[in-house]
């Protein structure tokens, strides 16, 4: 019986394991490609009582804008589709993404800063805020080396050699030759605000300055976070960007040494409207993300399950995949747009949490 028995046990796993859905991979129009097991709707936590309306609206929105030619019978079926929920379940496949077999991942957050600048330098306004050096080039690795995918390189002549561009610490030292968009009266604010990608500036002149990431400097980005923690400066626990901020303020003689050693620096455009992705759409609180292109296409939806970073409660949502950044790495990670003002930044700067991440994707584009 003893022998049956365990026959039987094993038979029975064996069929478990075999139902388990198998890894899947999809390759976009763009050349992301990703990796997770398919799953039906029902496995997604809190799906029944997800607001489908509001991220069909914001799809609609970037349908409009047409930024994603391969969305576009997606967005022809959210065009003619009365029941988003039923849209969003008639039109796609969640696939539960994990990275090297670990499927929870990082969700942080992001928000358009207020800062605050004048078009002429002044003793308090001293700050500049540069858009892209003239003489900074880019070198488009993926048409000599198609598998390379969108890496590119930057850098500057030095005689007939092309060598890497200036980092944070230079830039600071010399300047660089580039249009100054304004000059700002925090370099603290003006380090947060290449963090973030993009903010508001009200000019001591009047009006207000759309600004948003336009080129960098190729540097790689280095958490100041990070290194306080591992100095000591500010408790793991403790770390967020207000803790940071006050640390720098209350610590003048080592803010240079901090905010210079991570050798990133970020070059802006104006904008005619506020925060806007590396998609070319503006973004909408909670429902913009930003991932890493390269393994999440641009434009597609995205599920996530996370924790408010106030009350911890569970967070959860539809968004777009509309944004990037140079510390958003990998497949189960995410940067959540938390919008505008001070409310945003109160959470954004606090946003750390475990993700569980599905992506939507097209039944067109499932082999």
Request: with cysteine.
């Amino acid at each position: 019986m003893r022998k049956i028995r365990f026959f039987a046990a094993v038979s029975l796993l064996s069929v478990l394991v075999g139902c388990a859905p198998e890894q899947r991979c999809v390759t976009s129009a763009d050349g992301a490609r990703s990796c997770g097991k398919f799953v039906p709707f029902s496995a997604l936590p809190g799906w029944s009582g997800v607001q489908a309306e509001a991220a069909r609206d914001v799809l609609l929105k970037q349908c409009s804008a047409k930024k994603v030619p391969a969305l576009e019978k997606i967005c022809t079926a959210a065009e003619n589709s009365p029941d988003a929920r039923a849209f969003f379940e008639t039109n796609f496949r969640p696939m539960r993404l994990s990275e090297k077999g670990e499927a929870t991942g990082l969700m942080t957050g992001y928000y358009e800063p207020l800062l605050h600048g004048a078009l002429r330098r002044s003793g308090r306004f001293r700050y500049p805020l540069y858009a892209p050096p003239k003489d900074l080039l880019h070198i488009e690795l993926s048409k000599l080396y198609p598998d390379l995918g969108h890496r590119c390189l930057r850098g500057k002549l030095e005689g007939r050699r092309v060598v890497p561009y200036l980092s944070r610490s230079q830039i600071n030292a010399k300047g660089v030759d580039a249009d100054v968009l304004c000059w700002l009266d925090s370099d603290i604010d003006r380090f947060f605000l290449h963090v973030q990608g993009s903010g508001r500036i009200a000019l001591e002149e009047g009006g207000t300055l759309f600004v948003g990431h336009t080129d960098r400097n190729g540097h790689p980005y280095r958490s100041i976070g990070k290194l306080m923690v591992e100095e000591g400066l500010i408790p793991r626990e403790k770390i967020s960007l207000q803790s940071i901020k006050a640390w720098l303020e209350a610590h003048p003689e080592e803010k240079k040494r901090i905010l210079e050693s991570n050798p990133s620096y970020i070059f802006f455009g104006t904008r005619k409207q506020g925060a806007t992705g590396t998609l070319g759409v503006e973004l909408t609180p909670m429902r913009s993300v930003a991932v890493d292109r390269t393994k999440i296409p641009l434009g597609w939806p995205l599920f996530y399950d996370a924790a408010d970073p106030v009350s911890h409660k569970p967070l959860r949502g539809l968004a777009l995949a509309q944004d990037t950044g140079s510390a958003i790495k990998g497949q189960v990670r995410a940067d959540l747009f938390w919008g505008h003002g001070e409310a945003a930044e109160a959470k954004a700067g606090r946003m750390k949490s475990p993700l569980k991440l599905w992506l939507l994707v097209p039944k067109d584009a499932v082999e």
